[in-house]
Every structure is written in structure tokens, then in C-alpha cells.
């Protein structure tokens, strides 16, 4: 449910806010093109989403399982 989480944070988070999504290496398979099972693909999906959302800026951090900071930009 990243998505939908995400997308009610983005009306909840002034312009310039930070949201910070954890979880998003999913214990690196989502790095590996064999793994395909349903909760790895939904986790690629989202964050290829996040690369191409013009309403944010992104920061992967590889620490512990993966962190995405968000920087909202602009109001829908």
C-alpha cells in the first residue's frame, strides 16, 4: 500500500516537506531481475513511480533495509 500512503502524505505535507518511505530495497530484490514475486514487483513499481513523480525530489539511501526521502515540490 506504499502508493496509496504516499499519496495521502503528499496532501497532508507543505511544499518543501520531507516524506521518508523505508523498506524500499526490500532486502535487495528488487536489485535482483530473478525475483519477481508479487510484494518485489509492487516495490520496484513504486519506487519507479517516485523516479518519475515531478512533484518530488528523491534520495535513495542504502542503509539498512532502503529509505527514500521525499521533497515535495509543489501542490497538486
Do not use: H, Q
Not at 504516499?6 to 523505508?22: A, H, N, P, S, Y
Amino acid at each position: 500500500m506504499y502508493e496509496e500512503y504516499f499519496e495521502l502524505l503528499l496532501k497532508l505535507v507543505r511544499v518543501g516537506g520531507l516524506i521518508v518511505m523505508d523498506n524500499v530495497l526490500w532486502y535487495g530484490r528488487v536489485a535482483d531481475p530473478l525475483v519477481n514475486d508479487p510484494n518485489t514487483i509492487s516495490i520496484r513499481d513504486f519506487n519507479k513511480k517516485l523516479l518519475e513523480d515531478k512533484r518530488v525530489t528523491i534520495s535513495m539511501v542504502p542503509i539498512g533495509d532502503g529509505m527514500t526521502i521525499c521533497r515535495k515540490l509543489e501542490d497538486d
